[in-house]
């Protein structure tokens, strides 16, 4: 299988390859459904709702599209991906060595974007956090953005953040390569396309109640672009698919 490891992430010598752009059997465990009349007979039944999928050219079952549907949850990652990389973020980064559930995660990066936006007002994020390998602990990766044009002050102040709140947690911030692919930015989600980490990976990442797979800054991660106006996470998604369909067609 080839990798989509990108190279900057590689420094945490992780062997995973999987992606959730990998050729993946994804069928909808609970498709839509919708009530028809029986003309016949006046019954009322239900049935599958379908859709017409371009692609290929036939109707096909209507997607549930929860995050909790392995399936529909790795059609999302893609959208997500898709939107992160047309937010043209300029840098990526980890942070190793987590302990703690989904709220101690999540307070640690408030924490850690708060002390770093002392120094750079303007920076915005993207994350998804990710069980180890191992099973002891986990990780996050992510992705961020600034009106600083300053590479180096935006990597010498993340990571001087990440060490001082986390403590013990190792920090890797780079630069994202000016040609990134999608695939790229699907990596902090990669845990998704692998059934047997999909739901140790949800609960790192969201309650029961809100199936979440990827955080973001409350407002201006999600933009058109390096310079364009905010706008919100679906809007990327719906033309990141669109740009997807006429490449497919």
């Not at 999540?106 to 998804?128: E, G, I």
């Not at 890797?172 to 990669?190: E, I, L, Q």
Request: positive net charge; aromatic residues 8%; proline residues 5%.
């Amino acid at each position: 299988m080839k990798s989509h490891t990108p190279p900057f992430f590689k420094s945490l010598k992780e062997n995973r390859s999987i992606s959730v752009f990998d050729n993946l059997e994804l069928k909808c465990s609970r498709p839509k459904q919708e009530t028809i009349v029986d003309r016949a007979t006046g019954e009322v039944v239900a049935q599958v709702q379908k859709r017409w999928e371009q692609s290929k050219g036939m109707f096909i079952p209507t997607r549930c599209t929860s995050n909790s549907c392995w399936s529909c949850a790795v059609m999302n990652a893609r959208r997500c991906a898709g939107a992160i990389q047309a937010s043209q973020p300029s840098h990526a980064f980890s942070m190793t060595n987590l302990s703690g559930d989904r709220r101690a995660i999540a307070n640690q990066v408030v924490r850690v974007f708060a002390d770093a936006r002392k120094t750079v007002p303007s920076l915005k994020y993207s994350w998804s956090a990710e069980p180890n390998p191992s099973g002891t602990g986990s990780h996050l990766h992510g992705y961020v953005h600034s009106m600083s044009s300053e590479s180096s002050l935006i990597i010498k102040t993340l990571t001087s953040s990440i060490n001082r709140i986390t403590g013990g947690s190792r920090s890797h911030v780079g630069p994202v390569a000016s040609r990134a692919g999608v695939t790229y930015f699907a990596y902090p989600m990669k845990a998704i396309a692998d059934p047997e980490s999909f739901e140790a990976f949800l609960n790192l990442n969201g309650s029961p109640g809100r199936r979440s797979i990827v955080h973001a800054s409350k407002q201006g991660f999600w933009r058109t672009g390096v310079d364009g106006q905010s706008c919100t996470r679906n809007e990327l998604e719906v033309r990141s698919l669109k740009a997807w369909l006429q490449y497919a067609s």
